[in-house]
Nanobody
Framework: VQLQASGGGLVQAGGSLRLSCVAS?????????MAWYRQAPGKERDLVAV???????NYADSVKGRFTIFRDNAKNTVDLQMNSLKPEDTAVYFC????????????????WGQGTQVTVSS
C-alpha cells in the first residue's frame, strides 16, 4: 500500500491550500481512519485532523473552524482544505491511513505518505 500526498506550497497568511492524498495498492480491503498530521522543524509530528470510514471527524484545537477534512471511500482519497492559514501552520504535512488488508484479516496496518511542505508567509 502506498500513500501519495500532494498540494503543498507557499501561501500568504490568510490564504488557502488544499492537500490531497490517495492510497493505492492491492492489499486494501477497507480503509478505516484516514488522517493528516504535521511536523514543524524541531517539533514532534502532531495530529491535525482525522476522519473515520463512516465520516466522523476530529480536529486539533488549533485548526478547528479553519481546516476541513474530506474523504472519498470509492477513490481511497483524503483531502484537507486549509483556510485562513497562519504562519504557525507552516510544517510538513503527512497523510496516514489505517488499512484492513482483507476480509479475513481483521487487523489494520498503518501507512504514511511522504509528506508535503506547507509554508505560510506573514
Amino acid at each position: 500500500v502506498q500513500l501519495q500526498a500532494s498540494g503543498g506550497g507557499l501561501v500568504q497568511a490568510g490564504g488557502s491550500l488544499r492537500l490531497s492524498c490517495v492510497a493505492s495498492g492491492r492489499n486494501i480491503f477497507k480503509i478505516n481512519s484516514m488522517a493528516w498530521y504535521r511536523q514543524a522543524p524541531g517539533k514532534e509530528r502532531d495530529l491535525v485532523a482525522v476522519i473515520t470510514s463512516d465520516g466522523r471527524e476530529n480536529y486539533a484545537d488549533s485548526v478547528k473552524g479553519r481546516f476541513t477534512i474530506f474523504r472519498d471511500n470509492a477513490k481511497n482519497t483524503v483531502d484537507l482544505q486549509m483556510n485562513s492559514l497562519k504562519p504557525e501552520d507552516t510544517a510538513v504535512y503527512f497523510c496516514k491511513a489505517d488499512v484492513q488488508p482483507s476480509r479475513i484479516l481483521k487487523y489494520s496496518a498503518t501507512y504514511w505518505g511522504q509528506g508535503t511542505q506547507v509554508t505560510v508567509s506573514s
